[in-house]
């Protein structure tokens, strides 16, 4: 198994980690394992921003009381105006703009997958292109959609379209939760290194949650398996506490 850090390079103070993906796809996961990667992994502290305006119900405070001490102390959630959080409408803090412009932390940011949702940050598109960043594409290919060539193309044409960014790479992340198989994870991995292949784009992580790793790791072909990082489910384990949050 991996660190997540360092399937992404381990990231530098400055750098921004921008993720995408559709409904599902589990992007919002991926940034905040990235984030917690990091922390563990680096001394620098990190900034975890969501830009997510398709969900506007979902703030990245809720998972806060999951985390230790150290964790919360050097992770940086960005969320609206207090008196704003539980408002239905897509809101961003005033200094957005000089927190995604800071050289003093990494930033790891979650946006929204359809065209809609990756415009979002497509407005602070000259200040993330400024300094340095990467996008990633998160795909669940056992999604709605997502389950054919044809799919998986639309939707990455979606999301460049949308955010205006350069891609940088893409993670395979197909699951069915618990009742994810060794199958469905080689066969997700090979469905979008097909894609990254046609695209000319590397697949960096595959990723897989503790429920089933240990059956998964050696079972895997060895190009899926060097690319294997476990990840904390964060959604399952807010619905336990009675979060409203959506992943």
Sequence with gaps: MRELADLFGRPRTGQSIVFAGPSGSGKTEVAINLALSLIRVTTSPVTLCDLDVVKPYFRLRDMLRLLTEDEAKRLIIVEPEHRLLHADIPTFPRNLYALLSSQETIKVIDVGGDAIGAGAVAQFRETII????????????????MDSPDGLKRMLTTIRSGARLEVTGL?????????????????GYDAVKTLGDSEGLPVVAVLVSPEYADQVVHRLAPGAAGLL??????????????SQTEF
Excluded at 139 to 145: A, D, E, Q, Y
Excluded at 171 to 187: G, I, K, S
Excluded at 229 to 242: A, E, H, P, Q
């Design 229 to 242: 990082s476990v990840i904390r489910v964060f959604n399952r384990i807010l619905d336990t506490v009675g």
């Design 130 to 145: 400024a300094g340095d960043y990467s996008l990633y594409i998160v795909v669940n290919t056992l999604r709605p959609g």
């Design 171 to 187: 993670v395979a992340n197909t699951n069915l939760q618990a009742e994810t198989t060794v199958e469905d994870v080689q066969r």
